[in-house]
């Protein structure tokens, strides 16, 4: 079973351009999420998808960040304008269901963001 | 809101000692709890989970018993090896919608 893919792996931007990473979930699984994970720091919880509906944002900087889920399949997520402060790893996960406790959300590689 | 705390790292050990990483939580509700793993290199990856009090989640050789009257969930392991050097997550879930509290992390280095 193929895993989680995300892409680029690796992106290096200066302050204050755009940046988009891409994330194709496990086949079938309808929640989609991306973590932020900051150097020494657990994940934290950007934006949780159920199928194509945002579930959770709450802990999204929507003045710079977005995020979308087309046909709820893969996601992408943009920074725009990226501030130093946005370095950082960007995880997706995926899962089953979002919902119950039987889930197990399955990681990928994730993104590394610097800022510059 | 919810919220997890990992004792202050990293531990370092040589091969064959015993391992403890502590983990404390606040949550409402009856959360899931879990640890995940990074190895060098490579994605998060579940290591063990558990879905209510006084359930004990296994794997590896590790393990953690969920502590509802503590609110802990301990990660040990009674003979760790080189291999085990990691960074060790603890997390909890929230019931109704699944998204992942994680602590800070506990960096494990292991010396042969």
């Known amino acids: 079973e193929a895993g989680v893919a995300q892409s680029p792996r690796y992106k290096i931007i200066e302050k204050r351009q755009s940046v988009a990473f891409w994330c194709n979930p496990i086949?079938?699984?309808?929640?989609l999420y991306w973590y932020q994970q900051i150097l020494g720091q657990g994940p934290k919880l950007l934006i949780q998808f159920q199928n194509n509906g945002v579930v959770d944002d709450s802990q999204l900087p929507k003045d710079r960040f977005s995020a979308e889920r087309l046909k709820g399949v893969d996601s992408t997520l943009k920074i725009q304008p990226a501030k130093l402060e946005d370095s950082a790893v960007y995880l997706c996960?995926?899962?089953?269901?979002?919902?119950?406790?039987?889930?197990?959300?399955?990681f990928g590689p994730g993104t590394r963001l610097t800022v510059t | 809101g919810d919220s997890v705390t990992q004792m202050e790292g990293p531990v370092t050990l040589s091969e064959e000692a015993f391992l403890t990483i502590n983990c404390t939580y606040t949550?409402?509700?009856?959360?899931?709890l879990f640890w995940y793993v990074q190895y060098p290199g490579e994605g998060l990856q579940l290591l063990l989970k558990?879905?209510?009090?006084?359930d004990k989640g296994s794997n590896k050789g590790f393990e953690a018993t969920y502590r509802k009257e503590t609110t802990s969930f301990h990660l040990e392991k009674g003979s760790v090896q080189v291999s085990d050097s990691a960074v060790y997550f603890c997390?909890?879930?929230?019931?109704?919608?699944?998204?992942?509290?994680f602590g800070q992390g506990t960096i494990l280095t292991v010396h042969p």
């Open positions: 949550a409402t509700g009856y959360p899931s």
């Open positions: 558990a879905t209510k009090a006084d």
């Open positions: 086949s079938g699984h309808a929640t």
């Open positions: 996960a995926s899962s089953i269901t979002g919902t119950g406790l039987s889930y197990e959300q399955y």
């Open positions: 997390a909890l879930s929230d019931t109704n919608y699944g998204k992942l509290t």
